[in-house]
């Protein structure tokens, strides 16, 4: 993933790990983090910008007939994460082989879904990073429509909003609420701070629990300073 955005917020968020993000959130007293999405496909962190897709049962908006997560895939670009709700409890693909081959056109920087994802083993062989709580060989076709591009979608405990920041890894995936992005930002960056002098200190051979009791314990409130 190239560091390189035309967003000088997501340049800094791609500088990133998801841990300390999520002990920023931790100090600001925000939420955000989702640990239950693994990463089935692709072998690096993500960052960008969500745009959001609701799928569901039932009949599908009027207009002509589309297939689910393409609107989104022709609006994205490689600052996109695309951003699946597929909660309706039908046991249906929201994301599969053919999207993950036009998504990756789009250079889209991955895909995070609370709900069943299919063709899994093409998207390992393109490693292209999707993130999701379950796997299925079941269409979509028939069980599950698209209701709505760009609007709040629920994952796991989070709403998500068009925009809203994302960064994903192997420990979990986190939302950061546009409004929130600078603050959190400032505070990932002391902690990776602090924590670098720490491993110095570590390396240079000082007493681990002084470096981690006297420094790490207290870390997140000497942030606040």
């Known amino acids: 993933m190239s560091a390189n955005s035309s967003d000088p917020l997501l340049r800094r968020l791609r500088?990133?790990?998801?841990?300390?993000?999520s002990d920023a959130l931790d100090r600001l007293k925000l939420g955000g983090q989702v640990t239950g999405l693994r990463q089935e496909s692709g072998d690096r962190r993500i960052a960008g910008r969500a745009i959001t897709v609701l799928l569901g049962t039932g009949s599908p908006p009027p207009g002509p007939p589309r297939h689910l997560c393409t609107a989104a895939i022709e609006q994205?670009?490689?600052?996109?994460?695309?951003?699946?709700?597929?909660?309706?409890?039908v046991e249906a693909g929201c994301w599969g082989g053919?999207?993950?081959?036009?998504?990756?056109?789009?250079?889209?920087?991955?895909?995070?879904?609370?709900g069943p994802v299919r063709d899994i083993d093409e998207a390992r062989g393109y490693d292209f990073p999707i993130f999701t709580?379950?796997?299925?060989?079941?269409?979509?076709?028939?069980?599950?429509?698209?209701?709505?591009?760009?609007v709040p979608v629920r994952i796991g405990d989070v709403t998500v909003n068009a925009r809203d920041y994302v960064?994903?890894?192997?420990?979990?995936?986190?939302?950061?609420a546009v409004e929130n992005i600078e603050a959190v930002l400032e505070a990932a960056e002391e902690i990776v701070a602090?924590?670098?002098a720490?491993?110095?200190?570590?390396?240079?051979?000082?007493?681990?629990s002084d470096v981690l009791g006297g420094n790490y314990e207290h870390m997140l409130d000497e942030a606040r300073k």
């Open 194 to 196: 602090k924590e670098a």
């Open 167 to 176: 960064i994903a890894d192997r420990s979990a995936v986190i939302f950061i």
């Open 133 to 150: 709580n379950r796997l299925t060989s079941l269409t979509a076709r028939g069980r599950v429509v698209e209701k709505d591009t760009n």
């Open 15 to 21: 500088r990133l790990d998801v841990c300390a993000v």
């Open 198 to 208: 720490m491993s110095k200190a570590i390396l240079a051979g000082g007493r681990l």
């Open 76 to 89: 994205s670009d490689d600052e996109t994460v695309i951003v699946v709700e597929q909660r309706s409890g």
């Open 98 to 114: 053919l999207l993950t081959l036009g998504a990756m056109q789009r250079n889209v920087a991955g895909v995070v879904a609370d």
